[in-house]
């Protein structure tokens, strides 16, 4: 059974920095692509970032680019959001996912079958 825990939100006052982390669990890390995506009250899901099976490929939603940078860890089974001169509009819930074991889109939560629960990016302006 695959379990994604997100943890690391919080409040955080404009132009300040957070680092999310996803401690996955279930099946091998390293076979898979990771990514984050996020949705904010009355808005759908949108996507965030994500990363190869690797780390060599890494991928960005324009609004987030330069100021987001995800990694990943497979030796700890892990993968970071590391978050920079946030922004009130990233206020969000933050989702980890793990993406489908085929070819497919990075950008589209379709293409990701397990999520984590959320957590939750308050950014004051």
């Known amino acids: 059974q695959v379990q994604l825990v997100e943890s690391g939100g919080g409040l955080v006052q404009a132009g300040g920095s957070l680092r999310l982390s996803c401690a996955a669990s279930g099946r091998t890390f390293s076979n898979y692509g990771m990514g984050w995506f996020r949705q904010a009250p009355g808005k759908e899901r949108e996507f965030v970032a994500a990363?190869?099976?690797?780390?060599?490929?890494?991928y960005y939603a324009d609004s987030v680019k330069g100021r987001i940078t995800i990694s990943r860890d497979n030796a700890k089974n892990a993968v970071y959001l590391q978050m920079n001169s946030l922004k009130p509009e990233d206020t969000a819930v933050y989702y980890c996912?793990?993406?489908?074991?085929?070819?497919?889109?990075?950008?589209?939560?379709?293409?990701?079958?397990?999520w984590g629960q959320g957590t939750q990016v308050t950014v004051s302006s």
């Open positions: 990363i190869n099976r690797s780390g060599s490929s890494k």
């Open positions: 996912a793990q993406k489908r074991p085929f070819i497919g889109s990075y950008y589209t939560s379709g293409e990701y079958d397990y």
